[in-house]
């Protein structure tokens, strides 16, 4: 027996006056709401309502019992549709991880503007460049470099990952401007994350690729570090486009070796939104991915 099925036909019956109005309510036969109030009635070892031909009426038991049971149903109702209402609109809160070099330049400046079209939503926001398991630590979107290529998750591109090399004004102004790749070495080069990147940067042109053994005074896995050094004249820096976009702008950055395509590292140097592939995809979820995808668009349409 279907226990909250029965409970539901006996309070349809009381609140409906009889069986045959509780079953044209509930689009069942006389027969099966009667079957269904029986088995309740059954389960409880008690009778819940007195019968007639003409009509019924509630036993001291059964007034008791629809009292609690008809809270119960409006209760499971009214939950049943406030859980409904997440799978229709933005609400609630999610939790996000995000690279902190993204966060900072990128992601968080634009926050207001995502969250004014969605009053009800709450961002949860861990800055962490490092991958963690997404299901276990309860995150619903990660901002991750490079595709993970794992079943567990579903990867959307948000940047291509070109990279530039740069440094500031005033470094080049005591050091001189690198003009040719192999200059670099004699530069104080700023390394992100040597284990995992290596310590080798790639420049090609026309076909012709450069490989330049750099070293430096800093090493770090942090990229707003890396950053920040860099803009205060420590060294130069590869890092991605949209990264010191900027701080270019603002002078506090000059690109340099233009005419090159820069890769630091073999390994994909795109930036993507990654979610949970087991979880069905949430409207504060998909709202969250569209925004990266859209912000990340502009900025590289613009070139700003």
């Not at 009889?18 to 109030?37: D, G, L, P």
């Not at 001291?60 to 549709?81: F, I, K, M, P, T």
């Not at 010191?244 to 073999?266: K, N």
Request: glycine fraction near 6%; proline fraction near 4%; charge should be neutral.
């Amino acid at each position: 027996m279907d226990e909250l099925t029965s409970i539901r036909a006996f309070v349809s019956v009381v609140e409906h006056g009889s069986f045959s109005a509780a079953a044209r309510q509930r689009n069942i036969t006389v027969s099966s709401i009667a079957r269904q109030v029986n088995a309740l009635e059954e389960l409880l070892g008690v009778r819940l309502l007195n019968r007639t031909t003409r009509h019924q009426s509630l036993t001291e038991a059964g007034a008791l019992y629809y009292e609690h049971a008809r809270d119960v149903v409006r209760q499971l109702d009214n939950l049943r549709n406030q859980v409904s209402s997440f799978q229709d609109s933005v609400k609630g809160t999610l939790r996000v991880q995000l690279r902190t070099s993204a966060a900072s330049d990128v992601i968080v400046p634009a926050l207001p503007s995502f969250l004014s079209r969605y009053p009800e939503l709450c961002l949860d926001v861990d800055l962490n460049d490092d991958r963690v398991d997404l299901v276990e630590n309860g995150i619903d979107v990660a901002v991750w470099l490079g595709n993970l290529q794992d079943t567990s998750t579903v990867a959307r591109r948000l940047s291509a990952g070109r990279r530039v090399a740069c440094g500031s004004p005033a470094y080049f102004a005591k050091h001189g401007e690198p003009k040719q790749p192999e200059e670099l070495v004699k530069h104080n080069c700023l390394i992100y994350d040597p284990v995992h990147y290596g310590s080798i940067w790639r420049f090609t042109k026309a076909k012709e690729t450069h490989e330049i053994p750099v070293a430096g005074s800093l090493q770090t896995r942090n990229s707003t570090v890396l950053m920040s050094a860099a803009v205060n004249g420590l060294g130069v820096i590869v890092a991605q486009e949209w990264m010191v976009q900027r701080a270019v702008a603002s002078g506090r950055l000059q690109m340099i070796l233009t005419d090159y395509e820069v890769r630091p590292t073999d390994f994909d140097a795109a930036l993507y939104a990654v979610y949970p592939s087991s979880r069905r995809l949430s409207p504060k979820t998909k709202a969250f991915v569209e925004f990266l995808v859209g912000l990340f668009k502009d900025r590289e349409s613009a070139g700003a």
